[in-house]
């Protein structure tokens, strides 16, 4: 099992997929569970030709609200405050999870505990999250957001996209 497996260099990703084939081929029970970023795809078929037929993909987007509370610890406003902020989305909540335990002032989480901890969580965001994959988007890649940015909230179409980018 490897996670963030998009963080894997060439050499060794492409060691793996070759092994993977060579089992397959043999009728070997081995097997690469591998979680990564919506790029992982493509990175493996860039590494080896034949990759998309080793892998069997699994997009997984935003959480439904009962899947993004199971297991919380929290109830009630609090809860729907945390998860109103992360909006679905499993990296969100594990940040507001990580910056409610140190905002929590007593043993029971307050309204007040969540606010303040979505406050902090979407500084760090904000601040490291965002900040990191703009320095890393090529010049195309950010005019690409900025088109998208127009649309608020809601999804951008390919065809939206291409006019504003003309």
């Not at 997929?17 to 919506?38: D, E, F, K, T």
């Not at 990191?132 to 939206?160: H, K």
């Amino acid at each position: 099992m490897i996670d963030e497996m998009q963080d894997l260099d060439t050499e060794l990703l492409g060691a793996l997929l070759s092994v993977q084939y060579a089992a397959g081929q043999r009728g070997w029970p081995m097997y690469i569970l591998g979680g990564g970023l919506p790029s992982l795809p493509g990175q493996l078929s860039e590494s080896r030709s034949y990759a998309e037929r080793l892998f069997h993909y699994c997009m997984v987007g935003k959480l439904a609200p009962d899947a993004a509370a199971k297991g919380a610890v929290l109830r009630g406003q609090a809860l729907d405050t945390v998860l109103d902020a992360a909006g679905g989305c499993a990296y969100f909540l594990q940040a507001y999870g990580r910056t409610l335990w140190e905002a929590a002032s007593e043993k029971e989480i307050t309204v007040g505990d969540a606010r303040l901890a979505v406050e902090l969580g979407t500084a760090d965001l904000d601040h490291g999250f965002f900040v990191a994959r703009w320095q890393r988007a090529t010049p195309a890649e950010r005019n690409y957001l900025r088109a998208m940015i127009q649309d608020g909230e809601g999804p951008s179409t390919t065809a939206d996209l291409s006019g504003r980018l003309g």
